[in-house]
């Protein structure tokens, strides 16, 4: 595809309200409609975090694929991973519409959907048709009438241990309401000890990553990360969408109620990566997510303690022609700072991000 058409059908989708161009961007991935792009590898981009070894360290966001029906058609974009879900054990609505909003002046959206998803027999149908390709990174979450919430986590480590490259437990997302109490410490630690409990017995060392909100304090950032050394956890994923909406210019949806995505969480989510780098120290994972749309936004969340980067929001403005200009962006940094891999860019900005308050 060329950049031309790339423009071109981006802009087509913009015609259409966002849950209706996302569900056309969905049937044209499997459809083939848009085509892969060939793989310019440069082992330089290469990197090796909790026993995986990743192609490059750019991932595709939960979120995007939902039902786990692209794992093998994004994975042709150039993505070096990709993660779906976020999947519960039943099939849910989510919240009622209109609950995306775009804020194109910000490079932003505002979402509200609230885990809406097929549930796991669905995703897990989805997946046996499609040859495994890649990477895959399974976000489990809890239905939201759940009796037993911590119970549905476990439930998805279950349903996919057969399959997972990783799993994600999504506590972060801020439109399940009452889901984001459990990052509080002492129910933080009986999530983790059934989820790793469930993850021995079933899935032996499939490594499971915890996905943390932007919205915390420093006193919050203690006790996860006290929590997540206790526990042994193999990863976290920072960040998920933010409640607040500090800086948005004039967009007609920035009041809508639910998480924003995009640009404007670049800062905040880049702030709390680095501080949890600082607290949980060089050998835990860390994957980078919020704001990422170029090969320089992917570059800094390296350079402030990331291993890996995802990117969802910025897919939504930049097209399926995005992978390959931030790889190729990335191979670019290499060569411009004499690099004899990507990942040596780690930590040389941590301690200046950590040193700035979460903004309010």
Same mark, same amino acid.
């Given at each position: ?8 059908? &981006? ?5 259409? #309200?966002?849950?209706?161009? =996302? ?5 044209a +991935? ?9 793989? #310019? ?13 990743? *192609? ?13 029906e ?21 099939? @849910? ?10 804020? *194109? ?6 979402? !509200? ?6 549930? =796991? ?8 048709? @499609? $040859? ?11 239905? $939201? #009438?759940?009796?037993? &919430? ?9 349903a996919f241990? #057969? ?16 889901? &984001? ?10 999530l ?21 909100? *932007?919205? +915390?304090?420093e ?8 929590e ?23 967009d007609?949806?920035k009041?809508?109620?639910?998480? +924003?995505?995009?640009? *404007? ?12 780098? @600082? ?21 800094e ?8 980067? @995802?990117?969802?929001t ?6 399926? +022609? ?26 040389? !900005?941590?301690? =200046? ?8």
């Amino acid at each position: 595809m060329s950049e031309f058409l790339d423009t071109l059908a &981006r802009n087509a989708l913009f015609k259409f #309200d966002p849950e209706t161009a =996302h569900g056309l961007s969905i049937k044209a +991935l499997k459809s083939g409609l848009v085509p892969g792009c060939r793989r #310019d590898l440069d082992n330089r981009l290469a990197v090796e975090v909790a026993g995986m070894t990743f *192609p490059n360290p750019l991932g595709m966001a939960a979120g995007y694929d939902k039902n786990a029906e692209l794992a093998t058609p994004l994975s042709k974009l150039g993505f070096g991973f990709v993660e779906v879900g976020t999947l519960t054990p039943r099939a @849910q609505d989510g919240n009622p519409k209109p609950r995306i909003f775009r804020l *194109p002046s910000n490079r932003a959206v505002i979402n !509200r959907l609230g885990f809406n998803n097929r549930g =796991h027999a669905a995703a897990l149908e989805n997946l046996s048709g @499609q $040859k495994r390709a890649g990477i895959l990174g399974i976000n489990i979450g809890a239905n $939201k #009438d759940a009796e037993d &919430r911590i119970g549905d986590y476990v439930a998805g480590i279950s349903a996919f241990a #057969d399959i997972a490259s990783y799993f994600t437990v999504n506590v972060s997302s801020p439109n399940t309401p009452g889901l &984001r109490n459990l990052q509080t410490r002492e129910a933080l630690s009986e999530l983790l000890t059934r989820v790793l409990a469930e993850r021995d017995r079933c899935a032996g060392k499939i490594p499971v990553f915890l996905k943390i909100a *932007p919205d +915390l304090t420093e006193p919050d950032l203690n006790d996860i990360a006290a929590e997540c050394l206790a526990q042994k956890l193999d990863g976290l994923i920072v960040s998920n969408t933010t409640l607040s909406r500090e800086g948005l210019g004039d967009d007609a949806g920035k009041n809508e109620a639910g998480g +924003l995505s995009g640009r *404007p969480v670049f800062e905040r989510s880049t702030i709390v990566l680095a501080k949890m780098r @600082q607290r949980l120290g060089a050998d835990m994972p860390l994957i980078g997510v919020g704001g990422v749309e170029s090969a320089e936004t992917a570059a800094e969340k390296m350079r402030a303690g990331a291993d890996l980067v @995802q990117i969802y929001t910025g897919f939504i403005y930049g097209g399926p +022609l995005l992978p390959r200009r931030i790889l190729r962006g990335l191979s670019k940094i290499c060569d411009r700072e004499k690099l004899k891999r990507l990942h040596d860019l780690r930590d040389i !900005r941590t301690a =200046h991000y950590a040193s700035l308050p979460i903004p309010a």
